[in-house]
């Protein structure tokens, strides 16, 4: 107790507890972990809307622009990091029955290349680009460009190429007044069997396998029992009799089918353009 007239001020003295755990914010850490996560799931995300967006011809340009254009050895990827050059990918990495790799027992074609994914000598697009070149001689030749020919040029007004992923394709197709069948029949007409020996001559200056398709015009009225399917099935397999009797050698016809009415020229799938024959000169490497 303070005395009697003292005017002392009393001295009050306040203890603050310091906590050093459990309340407080515990730094930033929590807040680069967090960032890491969802920049990883934002990632994610992207790559699986990619995948869902592009087609396989896009994702292997994609893939291709992330590899090295320039193969530097069969199963190398020609660095000089912690693989010593190898890509993990390649047959010395991984055994061959797994991913990345091919079966126990691959052929020349089917062995895995490694990290560039081709040989040293680029044969796939070596293939390719004389395919091209050869198709090109061959739409000179078709199309009357490339010297003397004995096929007039109302002949050849039947005819149009395009070079495809498949490989040329040489359309033959009907037009008023002239067709390449008897109306209803499988049975050629002379501008057929022109057409014909023109295909088969142009055709020896390739290799390549062939495949043939039938296509015809939709009938006006929906029958019970269409024949188109049976009369363009029959009109591409008469071509190929055709070629063959011209000198072609069997063995490169690859295929024979009929399309019927389903994959018109026009809009209009009644038009005589939709009567047509397509001969596919296929790639070399298919």
Known sequence: MRAPGDNVAPVIIRKKKKVTGGDGHHGGAWKVAYADFVTAMMAF??????????????????ADYFSPTVPVNRISG??????????????????????GATNL???????????????????????????????????EVLMGRGGESTVSHETRRHIVTRVT??????ELFDRPGATLFRPGTSEPTPLLRDLSDLLATAATMVENGLALEGHTRARPVTLLSSPVWRLS???????????ESAGMDP???????GHADREPATRDPMAIRNDRLE????????
């Open 251 to 257: 063995i490169r016809i690859r295929r024979v089918t």
């Open 165 to 170: 992923d498949e490989g040329l394709v040489v």
């Open 78 to 99: 020609g660095g000089d990091g912690m693989f010593g050059g190898d890509s993990v990918f390649s047959e010395d990495q991984l055994p061959q029955n797994g991913t």
């Open 105 to 139: 027992r691959p052929t020349e074609r089917q062995q895995a290349r490694g990290e560039t994914g081709v040989s040293p000598e680029g044969a796939g697009q070596g293939r390719m680009s004389a395919d091209r070149e050869r198709f090109e001689e061959m739409k």
């Open 233 to 243: 099935a029959r009109r591409a397999d008469r071509v190929r009799r055709l070629l």
């Open 45 to 62: 995300f992207l790559l699986m809307w990619l995948l869902n967006a592009t087609t396989e011809k896009q994702r292997k340009g994609i």
């Open 279 to 286: 001969v596919i000169f296929l790639r070399s490497d298919m």
